[in-house]
């Protein structure tokens, strides 16, 4: 199956790699090894996007969600200075697959439940991608990953989307306190999931807020919680939300 929400750009010049160290969550030295997920985050530590870089020869591609690339790529030049980078957009596709990865695409590498991504013109596969995130409590770009969201609530370390010994880039010194504290108090977890809700219903527990519900599947979904308030049956809307804790 193809991925039609997704836009790819190709980061070229001899200053790629240094440019985009200073910017985003993990360590672009690991293109040597493959595919890497990454976020660029605001000043305040807060989401801005998620991406994956993916060496390609003499550049970097870079995979985004296609309604976030816009803003995206204008963050992008807006810091590229007098930096020695292009970026420019490609017609490339990309498809995903379960299975052992086809020549020349790369395993997911957020979970290996998620399979690979190609960008050659692999033959894609119909997936039920949804499930498969709610199962592995990935989230989505613009679903669960939305502007209020700080990386490491949404398990963004456990994704292996961040390094922590890479050095300096926007946002690392909130996103570091945020490691070191000794519990987080709220995040994004799998629930059970009793009848159906929208996604971005609010959760309550009774009449208090304790977070939101996104996206659900086979009696399953993925639900930001506040864990103080996430006990006993919570609901949301019409459907009923439990934490195993």
Request: charge should be negative.
């Amino acid at each position: 199956m193809t991925t039609q929400s997704r836009a790819v750009y190709r980061i070229s010049g001899e200053d790629r790699v240094d440019f985009l160290q200073g910017l985003v969550t993990n360590d672009v030295a690991k293109l040597a090894d493959g595919i890497v997920y990454a976020a660029i985050l605001t000043p305040q530590g807060k989401y801005l996007a998620d991406f994956f870089l993916i060496p390609d020869g003499e550049a970097i591609l870079l995979d985004a969600d296609a309604a976030q690339a816009p803003a995206l790529i204008q963050r992008l030049s807006m810091y590229k200075l007098r930096s020695r980078v292009e970026i420019a957009e490609t017609d490339i596709t990309v498809t995903r697959g379960l299975g052992t990865p086809p020549e020349g695409a790369f395993a997911d590498p957020r979970d290996p439940s998620l399979g690979w991504r190609g960008y050659a013109g692999q033959p894609g596969q119909d997936v039920d991608w949804d499930a498969l995130r709610v199962a592995a409590s990935v989230p989505q770009s613009g679903v669960e990953l939305t502007p209020d969201t700080f990386i490491l609530e949404v398990g963004f370390e456990r994704l292996n989307g961040v390094d922590f010994k890479k050095g300096c880039y926007v946002g690392q010194e909130v996103t570091a306190r945020m490691k070191h504290k000794t519990e987080l108090r709220k995040g994004l977890t799998r629930v059970h999931v009793d009848g159906a809700a929208p996604v971005g219903t609010e959760i309550l527990a009774g009449e208090k807020p304790a977070g939101t519900l996104y996206t659900q599947s086979g009696g399953a979904g993925l639900a930001y919680l506040r864990f103080d308030r996430a006990k006993g049956d919570l609901t949301a809307g019409e459907a009923t939300v439990t934490f195993d804790g």
